[in-house]
């Protein structure tokens, strides 16, 4: 049969990666209230916004707001592409950090002005910085399974770069497919890897659900002993700059799989589609996860 783990930890990404591709601004109080009820429905770990250039990304322009409001209950996630990033982070009190780096150079150039090394000689110092100040440190590796621009990736390709953050000491690496182009097998496959290869790093897998294989692509990680998941409540997000990116695979989907499998998260369902109900007014296009429909449906009987 299959080897399941008994609980999984989910690190919930809707406040950035769920947001950053909204046109629409949405109201810095908004966006508290989502994290507030996240965290009410038992979310413990979460990117709560990213100190990116505002030219680049409008919608998290208030990065040093939301650091600073959001209720602390567990770890909140900062994003920081660069120095100033970093610089941002720790003024606003951050005390879990993220940078990001994709594995094929078309993109990293794309989202962040970089090739791939230039990415990692920059990151360098900063991650070394970040250790010695005693913050958590997460790596999230863009394109591990497909580029946009340059197609499919070599998993070999991942794995080198994923052994170069670990060898820095980042405490997580998140191995995201950027696209939602991966399929179960290959989600395996690279996750059995990475777990092997890596057994003192924590290891979280990112799916975006553009072709509705994310929990597929689930389903085969958690085989391949991934017990970290990111989701976005809402399965709202994107990347700005990797056309074809569709939302993040949502929370409520996610949880209610593990849950009807006997996995535990900590979250209560009904709280997370409340939480959803939060945001949804705030956002671009209605919210049609199945388990959120279901309670829509369910709430106007
Ligand atoms: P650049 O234009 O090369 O940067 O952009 P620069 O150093 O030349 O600076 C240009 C201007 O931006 C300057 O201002 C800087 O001060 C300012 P000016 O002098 O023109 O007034 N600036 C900043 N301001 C605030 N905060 C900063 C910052 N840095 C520079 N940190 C840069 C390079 C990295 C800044 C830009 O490319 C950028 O912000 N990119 C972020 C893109 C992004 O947010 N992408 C989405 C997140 S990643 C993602 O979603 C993938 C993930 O989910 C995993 C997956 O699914 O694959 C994690
Ligand atoms: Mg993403």
């Known amino acids: 049969m299959f ?19 909204e046109s629409r601004e949405v109201p810095t109080a908004a966006k508290i209230d989502f994290i507030k009820a996240l965290q009410d429905a038992g979310i413990r770990e979460m990117e709560i916004t990213s100190f990116v250039s505002p030219k680049w990304v409008p919608q998290m322009k208030d990065a040093q707001e939301i650091t600073e409001q959001a209720p602390a209950a567990g770890r909140q996630i900062v994003l920081t592409p660069n120095e100033k990033g970093v610089e941002r982070a720790l003024a606003s009190g ?3 950090v993220a940078v990001f780096v994709g594995v094929s150079d078309s993109f ?3 989202n962040i002005n970089k090739t791939t090394s230039e990415s ?16 958590f440190v997460r790596a999230c590796i863009s394109t591990a399974f497909y580029c946009p621009y340059e197609g ?10 994923c052994r170069q953050f670990a060898d820095l000491g980042v405490d997580e690496l998140s191995v995201a497919d950027t696209i939602g182009m991966a399929n179960p097998l290959e989600s395996h496959g690279l996750f ?12 979280a897998a990112h799916f975006h659900d553009t072709r509705k294989m994310a929990l597929a692509n689930i389903f ?14 809402g399965g709202l997000g994107g990347c700005p700059f990797a056309p074809g990116a569709t939302g993040n695979v949502a929370t409520e989907d996610v949880v209610g799989m593990l849950h009807r499998m006997d996995i ?28 959120y429909t279901l309670y829509k449906n369910r709430n106007e009987d």
């Open 3 to 21: 080897s399941l783990p008994k609980e999984v930890t989910i690190i919930e990404v809707g406040p950035r990666d769920g947001l950053q591709n």
């Open 192 to 203: 059995r890897d990475l777990k092997r290869q890596f057994p003192d790093t924590l290891i």
């Open 220 to 233: 085969a990680a958690l085989q391949a002993g991934v017990d970290r998941f990111d989701s976005s409540a």
């Open 264 to 291: 535990t998260t900590g979250i209560d369902e009904n709280r997370l589609l409340e939480a959803v109900s939060v945001i949804e007014p705030y956002v671009a296009s209605p919210v049609t996860t199945g388990m």
């Open 94 to 96: 951050a005390k879990a």
């Open 120 to 135: 990692l000689e920059a990151l360098t110092p900063l991650i070394r910085r970040l250790k010695t100040e005693g913050l």
């Open 108 to 110: 990293n150039k794309k």
């Open 152 to 161: 499919k990736v070599d998993p070999e390709n991942t794995l080198a770069l």
